[in-house]
C-alpha cells in the first residue's frame, strides 16, 4: 500500500493571489496554457497575469486548447513554448488546458524528442507545472493524468507519464461564470472518480477516505444540481473541494470501467466527458452489485439513495440520454475485451456479455 501525493494545493478564496510566491517561485519565465474564452471571462487569467507582472515575470499565453485536447495540439503548443524559451508551465481551465499543460511542459523539458514519447515510457521529466482548475470535474490539478485525443486511433489515452503539478490553486469563484450544464457533467465526473475509485481493484484504505468523503460532498450538492437550491459563493467552494478530493482518491488508484467505455462516446459523438462518464455508473453498480452488494450498497449510503433504481433515474434527470447503433455496441465491447489494462481496474472476473449489457443498459439502441 503506497500514498503519494505531491502537489502542493492550495484550496481557497483569491488563492492565486495570496500564495503569489508558491506560484512565481516555479521559474522566471512562464508559459500559460488555457482554452480559448473562459479564463478570460471568469477571471483566473487575469489572477494569474497579475501576479506574473507584480514579479516581473515575462509571460506568453496560449489560448488554443479545445476540449479533449489532441496530441497535435499538445505539439504545437510545446513548440510555441520552446520558442518563447519559458522554464516553467501554468494551466488554466478545465481537464483539457490543464491535461495539456503537463503533456507540454514535458515536450518542453526534452526539446530532443518528438510526439511518440507521450506514449512510450522513459524516465523523462517535465518543466514545473502550476495547475489551476475552473471547473469541478476533472481534479487533473491533483492527478499524475493527462489524457489526449489520438486522432490517428479515434479514442482518447492517458500519456505514458505521472506527471504531477508542482502547485494547485483552487478558487471556487471562478464557477461562478458556469452554466448548469458544465456544474452537472463536470461534478458527474467527480462523482464517477470518487465511485470508481472505490471500488477500484486497487481499492485501499488511504484513497478511500477521499472518495468517500467526496462522494458524501456529491451528496451535500444534489438540491444545487436538482436547482432546488441556488448556489451561492461558498456552495461553488464545495463543488471545488469534491472534484479535488475525487482528484486525490484516482491519483492513487487510477479509473475504471465506467471512463473506459467513455472515450468512444465522447470521440464519436462529442458527448462531455462527465456526462460519458456518468452514463455508465448506474449500470456499472448494478454489475459490481453482482459481486460485492455490501460495497454498493455502502456506496448508495453515502450518496443518500435509497435504491440503485433512485440512483439510476437521478442521473438519467441530469444527464439525459444517448443513442448509438447495434453496430457500435458490439465494436466498443471488442475494444473494451482487446485492452487488458482496462479490465484490469476491475477486481472480478468479467465477461464479454456482462460489458456488452454494461453498454446497451447505458445507451439507448437505435
Ligand atoms: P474542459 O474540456 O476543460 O472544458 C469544457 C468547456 O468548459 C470549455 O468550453 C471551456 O471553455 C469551458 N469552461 C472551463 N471553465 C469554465 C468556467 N469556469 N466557466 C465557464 N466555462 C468554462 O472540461 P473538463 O470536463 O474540465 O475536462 C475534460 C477533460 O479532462 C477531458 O479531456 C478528460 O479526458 C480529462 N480528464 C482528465 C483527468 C485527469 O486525471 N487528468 C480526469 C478526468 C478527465 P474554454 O475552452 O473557453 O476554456
Ligand atoms: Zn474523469
Redesign the pocket.
Known amino acids: 500500500m503506497r500514498f503519494y501525493a505531491p502537489t502542493d494545493v492550495y484550496l481557497e478564496k483569491d488563492c492565486v493571489k495570496n500564495h503569489s510566491k508558491d506560484l512565481t517561485k516555479l521559474g522566471t519565465k512562464a508559459f500559460i496554457i488555457?482554452?480559448?474564452?473562459?479564463?478570460s471571462?471568469?477571471g483566473?487569467l487575469q489572477d494569474v497575469t497579475s501576479v506574473l507582472e507584480e514579479a516581473a515575470i515575462p509571460y506568453e499565453i496560449f489560448n488554443d486548447?479545445?476540449?479533449?485536447?489532441s496530441i497535435e495540439t499538445v505539439v504545437k503548443a510545446a513548440n510555441a513554448g520552446k520558442a518563447f524559451g519559458a522554464d516553467f508551465v501554468i494551466g488554466i481551465?478545465?481537464?483539457?488546458?490543464?491535461?495539456a499543460s503537463?503533456a507540454i511542459a514535458l515536450l518542453m523539458a526534452n526539446p530532443e524528442e518528438t510526439a511518440d514519447c507521450l506514449y512510450t515510457p522513459k524516465e523523462l521529466k517535465p518543466l514545473p507545472i502550476a495547475a489551476v482548475?475552473?471547473?469541478c470535474?476533472?481534479?487533473?490539478e491533483v492527478?499524475?493524468?493527462?489524457?489526449?485525443?489520438i486522432h490517428e486511433k479515434e479514442t482518447?489515452k492517458?500519456i505514458s507519464y505521472h506527471l504531477y503539478p508542482d502547485l494547485a490553486l483552487v478558487d471556487g469563484k471562478?464557477?461562478?461564470?458556469?452554466?448548469r450544464n458544465?456544474l452537472i457533467?463536470?461534478v458527474t465526473?467527480a462523482l464517477a472518480?470518487c465511485i470508481e475509485s472505490n471500488l477500484h481493484a486497487k481499492n485501499n484504505p488511504y484513497n478511500s477516505m477521499f472518495s468517500s468523503y467526496g462522494m458524501k460532498l456529491w451528496a451535500a450538492l444534489k438540491p444545487y444540481l436538482m436547482e432546488e437550491e441556488e448556489a451561492e459563493d461558498h456552495i461553488y467552494d464545495i463543488f471545488m473541494l469534491a472534484s479535488t478530493v475525487a482528484?486525490m482518491a484516482?491519483?492513487q488508484t487510477g479509473?475504471s470501467l465506467p471512463?473506459a467505455l467513455s472515450?468512444e462516446i465522447?470521440y464519436h459523438y462529442g458527448v462531455?466527458?462527465?456526462k460519458a462518464c456518468g452514463l455508465f455508473l448506474a449500470a456499472y453498480l448494478k454489475l459490481y452489485q453482482k459481486y460485492a452488494p455490501k460495497m454498493v450498497r455502502e456506496v448508495l449510503n453515502i450518496l443518500e439513495f435509497n435504491t440503485l433504481d433512485d440512483f439510476r433515474l437521478f442521473l438519467k434527470d441530469l444527464l439525459g440520454e444517448v443513442s448509438i447503433t447495434e453496430e457500435e455496441l458490439e465494436r466498443y465491447a471488442d475494444n473494451i475485451m482487446a485492452n487488458p489494462s482496462k479490465l484490469s481496474t476491475w477486481p472480478f472476473e468479467i465477461t464479454r456479455d456482462e460489458v456488452r449489457d454494461m453498454l446497451a443498459q447505458s445507451l439507448i439502441i437505435r
Not at 488555457?34 to 479564463?39: A, D, E, F, K, M
Not at 470535474?137 to 487533473?140: H, L, M, P, R, V
Open positions: 488555457t482554452g480559448r474564452h473562459s479564463s471571462v471568469n483566473s486548447i479545445e476540449e479533449n485536447p481551465g478545465g481537464g483539457s488546458p490543464l491535461d503537463k482548475p475552473t471547473t470535474g476533472t481534479g487533473s492527478t499524475p493524468n493527462a489524457v489526449l485525443t482518447k492517458s471562478y464557477l461562478r461564470f458556469a452554466s458544465l457533467n463536470t465526473d472518480h482528484g484516482i491519483a479509473t471512463h472515450y465522447t462531455p466527458h462527465g
